[in-house]
């Protein structure tokens, strides 16, 4: 039997737990990288089990294709937003560039001052997964990012580095700032994998 839908229902874009919200809080760890000369002081490390390292200057990455991107965002903290249109780079103009070592199964993002995070190297390389550098129409703000930050749509929001700095191949999974402090290993908001308390 057919249900006919009146309204397209928020519920099956809003995951459990999770309050829909039309701001773009700012939510993170530590400082907000601010740069003088972001030309010479940024610039994109891809290491770890690679064949050979590559570091992009800002002007090489800046120089990628990019195109725009559309989802919705789930923080840990039960805040969502929906319908960001984002222009950002594809993973795969960045990865594209090494070759990755067979044994490599997890990706740890570096972030600014040292943070970091961990997913599945699956999780990094999907279509949906990218390069964040405007949100909305608007480059990003220093607070949400600047110059590039990971956009990774179908986690919780807290594996999306801001202040992206690094892109590290690994055989093992380890746990990065936030999963070191509980939070979940993996983080699917459609499971509620929030906190990973003993
Ligand atoms: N470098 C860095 N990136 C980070 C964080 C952080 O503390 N440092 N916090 C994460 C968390 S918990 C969330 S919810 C989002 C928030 O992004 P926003 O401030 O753009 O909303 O950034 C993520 N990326
Ligand atoms: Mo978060």
């Known amino acids: 039997m057919f249900f006919k839908k009146t309204d397209v229902p928020a519920n099956d874009r809003v995951p459990p737990g999770q309050t829909l919200t039309t701001g773009f809080p700012v939510l993170h760890h530590g400082d907000v990288a601010r740069y003088k000369d972001v030309r010479t002081e940024w610039n994109l ?3 770890g089990l690679v064949e050979e390292e ?6 090489e990455f800046m120089a990628l294709p990019r195109r725009e991107f559309g989802n919705d965002i789930h923080c840990v903290t039960t805040w969502s937003k929906l319908d960001n249109v984002w222009e950002g780079v594809a993973v795969g103009e ?3 560039r090494v070759r990755i070592k067979p044994e490599a199964k997890y990706v740890m993002l570096h972030a600014e001052h040292g943070w970091t995070t961990n997913l599945p190297i699956a999780d990094f390389l999907r279509e949906t997964t990218f390069f964040g550098l405007k949100h909305n129409g608007a480059e990003l703000t220093p607070e949400h990012g600047y110059p590039v930050r990971m956009v990774v749509p ?19 999974d380890k746990p990065g700032f936030w999963e070191r402090n509980g939070y979940h290993m993996y983080g699917d908001p459609w499971r509620e994998e929030r906190y990973d308390f003993d």
């Open 154 to 172: 179908h986690l919780y929001f807290w594996k999306s580095a801001k202040w992206l700095r690094g892109i590290e191949f690994m055989a093992k």
């Open 45 to 47: 490390r891809v290491f």
């Open 54 to 59: 590559l570091r992009l200057s800002y002007d």
């Open 94 to 96: 960045v990865i594209g």
